[in-house]
Structures are given as C-alpha cells and as structure tokens.
C-alpha cells in the first residue's frame, strides 16, 4: 500500500501523512456515486439500443391491441349506422301502420365506452367489448328481418293499401326536388306550405301507384295543380298525383299497388316538369317522406334525411 508524505517546515523533514476517517470515507462515496453514475448510463444506452425478449413480446401484443381496437372501432360505427336506420325505419313503418311511436327494442349502454380501461385487464376487455358488439350484431339482425318481413309481407291485405312507396323509380334520390313543410313559393317568392314532394323528373316518366285503391277523381287545373289523379285507399288513406301529361286510369277503377297510372309532364302552375306527389290521411295532409321505407335501403335512407334537411323552394 502506498504511503504518502508531506513536508515540515517546523521540523525540516518529511512526516507520514496518515488518512483520516473522514476523508476516507468521501473516497468511499465518490467511488460508489462514480458506480451508480456508470450503471445508470450504461442501463439508458442498451434500453435504447437493445430490447429484451419479454420486452418484444410487450411490444407486439400492444400492436396486436391496437389492431384490435381499430377493427372494434370501425364495428361500433358500422352498428351505428345500422342503429340509426332501423330506428327511422321503426318510426317510419310504426307512425304510418300503427299511429304510434315505435317501442324501445335495445338501448345500448352509453356509459359503457371502450375508453375507459384504467385499472382493467386490457386483453379481457377487448375480448368481452367483442363479445358485446356480436350480441349486438345478432339483435340488429333480427331486428331487421322483423322489419323486413313487416314490409314485404305478402298475405297482409291493409299493407297492400298502405302509400309505401315511391311514385317514380327513384332508388338514388336523384329526382326529389322539393320536400313537405314550409317553403318559397316559386311565383310569389313568399314561405308558403307544401304539401308535398315534388319529383324533377323527364315528361312522361312513369308514374306508380303507391298502394291499392279506387281513383277517386281526375281532375284539371290549368292554374294551379294541372292534370291530377286522386286514388282513395279506403282505410283513410288518400293519394294525389298533380301536373301529369297523360292519365292512363279512369275514375272507379281499382288500381294495384306499384301499377301505373299516368306520365308526368308540366301541366297547371309550374317552373319546371314535376311530379307533385301528396299523402293525406283523414283529411289531412302527411309528410311522404315517412311512408317510403317499402322500397329504400338504408343508403337511400342516408340521401333522403340530407335532400330533407336542404328547404329550398318549391316547383310549383
């Protein structure tokens, strides 16, 4: 072991210099700071550099989850939308057959998010949020059949007298113009109800009968609603096809539904060739837009809910 000496100058000669506890014991902790010092950058640089195997596994289980809440998220907005269009269906079909408000058939938690995962097994919640959204997927589908069977259900008589469809051949709601409610009037420029839709479609575009029935009347009004057939369905029902070029039906006969009973064109008070389509029920006007669910799937449904909310003015 080295010794160190230092110089007296009292004594002129050279005296061991003997350590002290003190100062041996700094030595002692700057030997052990310099240690963690090391071990703690040395640890940083091969975390950084280098991943262990249990760390990889970490690793492509997250990506695995992450893969996985994306597909569970894409399924949620995909059932959203079915949700959506089973419950206008619901209300369409419930409010025009039933004069009622359709039950709640499934009300899905709203607190229940996928979000909230704190303190929860994350690979156990994945696995029962996806048992959830099958569960859900199944009841929507039934749900639909339900609806489906409601609507083409052939051996109902009183569906078969129920407006449920589209006058024109119009599955991409391209040819509605104007919708029910208050609107400007195309001569008098003033908001002013409508009572109907109005189709922009080509003269002598085939014009449907929207369910059984007797035609009521045919009627002629140069000033206002031109060339119309009146159909009454007999359960209350009555519907009414304005500025027609040609009426190929004649008053008292029964017509089926989807039969065709006219061509369209301009005739009476109009900007433009239209068919003006109208509901009534009891003697009061309906808004048609309810009464199309026979014959629209749910990308239909989609268009006619952004054509409904654009008010605009009316054709005539």
Partial sequence: MKKFYHYNHDS??????????????????????????????YYIAFSQLFTTPQEDKIEDSNLALSKAYTHINQRYKQLAEEIKYLQQLDQDIYRSIFETDPPVIFAPNQNSTIANIDNINIIQLSA???????????????????????????????????????????QDMRYIATTYGVRIHPFYKVLKMHSGIDFSVPIETPIYATATGVVEDISVNLRSTGLGVTINHNNGYKTKYYHLKQALVRVGKKVQRDELIGLSGSSGRTIVPILHYEIWHNDTTCN???????????????????????????MD
């Fill in 12 to 41: 002129l000669t050279f005296v061991e210099k003997r350590q002290t506890f003190l100062s041996m014991l700094k030595k002692c902790m700057l030997i052990i700071l310099a240690s963690i010092t090391f071990f703690v950058l």
């Fill in 128 to 170: 029962e949020t996806t048992k959830k959204i099958d569960i859900l997927q199944q009841r929507i589908t039934q749900q639909t059949k339900i609806l489906k069977d409601i609507t083409n259900y052939q051996n109902h008589e009183n569906l078969f007298y129920l407006p449920s469809m589209q006058p024109v051949k119009n």
């Fill in 288 to 314: 048609p837009v309810h009464y199309f669910f026979g014959d629209l799937d749910h990308n239909a449904y989609q268009k006619l809910g952004i054509i409904v909310a654009n008010k605009g003015q009316s």
